[in-house]
């Protein structure tokens, strides 16, 4: 397997980080070699000038939009999304609203991922599902609307909606994938991913990204070995 870390979107979004831990999410983004780092979108202006500041820094910056319910108005997602642009992020993980997709409102859904779309146009987007909530059914169908769209990535969940073993979300990978293969969509798995052994499983699975705020201790494993 090639170097792992290039597979890993590091995370740091629980609601009670330090500032200091920004500072060192930075260190060990720029120590491992990870894709990107993801941070909720208030802390984006922060995380800018801590990576940017850094001439030799090659990890992408990373936002969340909407996160992690969804709830928000789409106008919200469209603020988040111009000021993540403005302080040079590039790839954007966006919670659509979750509820559309429930009640079967279909036209609901497409119009808000279009739009995402097209505030996204150059840039990396990727939509979170929160697979635990939703059938199987229902997850091929927001996978068949994202492929549609040219959405870059489908994701499994936000880390914070229902706790899935590291099998269980692996099966949802597998799913996804197989709704988005022969296009360009890919698909990234996150939520309670900890290990080097659940992260060869993901991406068995199809999955071509890794979200998880473990990668340090992941990647300790796989220089261990």
Known sequence: MNEISQFIDHTLLKPDALLGDFTQAVRDCNQYGFKSLCVNSGLVPLVSHLLFN???????????????????????????????????????????????????????YEKEITQLREATKGFILKVILE???????????????????GVDFVKTSTGFGPKLEPEQTARYVKLMEDCVKDSETEVKASGWIRTLKDVRMMLSAGATRIGCSGSVKIMDEFNAR
Not at 71 to 82: A, F, R, Y
Not at 131 to 142: A, H, P, Q, R
Request: glycine share 10%.
């Open 54 to 108: 850094n001439p030799n820094n090659k990890v992408a910056l990373c936002s969340t939009i909407g996160f992690p319910l969804g709830n928000s108005s789409v106008d919200s997602k469209l603020l988040e999304i111009n000021q993540g642009i403005k302080y040079g992020v590039t790839e954007f993980d966006v919670v659509p609203f979750i509820g559309a997709v429930k009640s079967g409102d279909w036209n609901h």
């Open 131 to 149: 697979v635990g909530l939703l059938t199987d059914s229902e997850v091929e169908m927001c996978c068949a609307v994202c492929k549609r769209l």
